[in-house]
């Protein structure tokens, strides 16, 4: 909608402007097709304006590339430029009544250019990254416009992340920068970082919308060493070979190192990508190893506990002692756990030879008066029950097996 204004000078002369809403209130008899127009830099571009009035002395384009001057006597003039360049260029076109009243119709157009270069890159840092750090992902685009059209779109593999938006109304071409916080973690090493400008020209613009995107960046990610999951207990036969697995992570990939409180010579260690494995051969005693490993971000450790199993051991028919003195050991060759006393103690008889089935006694004696009891531990198959019995003294146990 515009006014009538006076003493404007066109092509030469002076003329009123006659426009919808003017003075006389009358509507501008001209028609544009299309209405707008998004054309890409340096493309061509052809919009027809026509008009319904019979009565005009004619009509034409205004502009400052394919201007057409007044066309006399026509109800259509094209304005055409094979090689549209001209960033702020505002088309206009008009019509000059027979009574010297001129309106015109300006022509929106949007001239686009899709970016030189899209790349992306890490500020301040370069190398690997390390897990729970944060790090700026900046975006670079060259030479884009108009930049209030532009959407920055950031993409982790195929994932989309954020858009970056533009409020600045710029009709020639500019470079711009978009950045991107991440706080990678483990699970990134190796993830790909993508940035993609992309023009939202609306419905009049080219579909699907202009984009350009940059090559991926990749990142390494480095983090601590961690263990996984495995025993930390094995029970093993006495004299039996065993292997034990020792399995962790980390970037870089951990060194692995075991270490053992035994002087034991009989190990080896063999490895597989992750897995450390210390083979031991006839295993005689529990011990325990410890697996350290180890890389620049951190050092932890774990135990394995090896628990070795002692059979039970067969009673002969025969028992037999050592004579016992303090703080030695005294027993019978038919008892499982051997018991270390520090009482002096005396075997009557201090052996016996026994025929199969027959009853046995010995009498275990202590000339000891500081302690708080004696008995006996011995092993003895299904078939034989035991029969102890408290002498009065305080100093001698019988036991009996029939």
């Known amino acids: 909608m515009c006014e009538i204004i006076f003493s404007r000078i066109f092509l030469g002369f002076p003329v009123l402007l006659w426009m919808a809403g003017g003075l006389a209130h009358a509507s501008c008899p001209l028609e544009l097709n299309p209405p707008r127009l998004v054309v890409r830099y340096g493309d061509s571009v052809s919009v027809n304006c026509s008009t319904s009035s019979t009565d005009h002395e004619g009509m034409g384009w205004e502009a400052t590339f394919g201007g057409t001057g007044l066309e006399?006597?026509?109800?259509?003039?094209?304005?055409?430029?094979?090689n549209l360049t001209d960033w702020?260029?505002?088309?206009?076109?008009?019509?000059?009544?027979?009574?010297g009243k001129q309106c015109l119709e300006t022509f929106p157009v949007i001239l686009y250019k899709t970016p030189d270069r899209v790349s992306i890159s890490v500020l301040n840092h370069s190398g690997p990254m390390v897990e729970g750090t944060q790090y700026q992902l900046q975006c670079d685009i060259q030479n884009i416009a108009p930049l209030q059209n532009l959407v920055v779109k950031w993409y982790k593999g195929n994932k989309p992340l954020d858009n970056v938006i533009y409020s600045n109304i710029s009709k020639r071409?500019?470079?711009?920068?978009?950045?991107?916080?991440?706080?990678?973690?483990?699970?990134?090493?190796g993830?790909?970082?993508?940035?993609?400008?992309?023009?939202d020209l609306g419905p009049e613009g080219p579909q699907p919308h202009p984009t350009v995107t940059s090559e991926p960046l990749s990142i390494t990610v480095h983090y601590a060493p961690e263990f996984l999951p495995g025993n930390d207990t094995v029970e093993v036969s006495a004299g039996s070979d065993v292997s034990l697995d020792c399995s962790a992570e980390g970037n870089p990939p951990p060194e692995l190192r075991w270490t053992n409180n035994t002087a034991e010579g009989n190990a080896n260690e063999t490895t597989v990508g992750h897995l450390r494995t210390l083979n031991i051969s006839r295993v005689t005693a529990n011990a325990t190893y410890?697996?350290?490993?180890?890389?620049?971000?951190?050092?932890?450790?774990?135990?394995i506990h090896v628990l070795v199993d002692v059979p039970p051991q067969q009673h002969p028919t025969m028992f037999s002692t050592a004579p016992s003195t303090p703080g030695t050991m005294t027993t019978l060759p038919g008892t499982a756990k051997p018991k270390v006393v520090t009482f002096p103690l005396e075997l009557n008889p201090p052996r016996v030879v026994v025929r199969y089935r027959d009853s046995v006694s010995v009498k275990c004696s202590t000339s000891s008066t500081d302690h708080d009891g004696m008995g006996w531990e011995a092993t003895f198959g299904v078939s034989i029950t035991i029969v102890i019995r408290f002498q009065g003294d305080g100093q001698h146990w019988d036991i009996f097996a029939g």
């Open 72 to 82: 006399p006597d026509v109800i259509v003039v094209t304005w055409t430029v094979k």
């Open 88 to 99: 702020t260029i505002q088309p206009k076109c008009y019509i000059t009544s027979k009574d």
């Open 173 to 189: 071409p500019e470079d711009v920068s978009a950045t991107l916080m991440i706080s990678p973690n483990r699970n990134d090493d």
């Open 191 to 199: 993830a790909q970082y993508r940035c993609r400008a992309e023009l």
């Open 290 to 303: 410890n697996c350290t490993v180890t890389n620049r971000l951190g050092s932890i450790t774990k135990q």
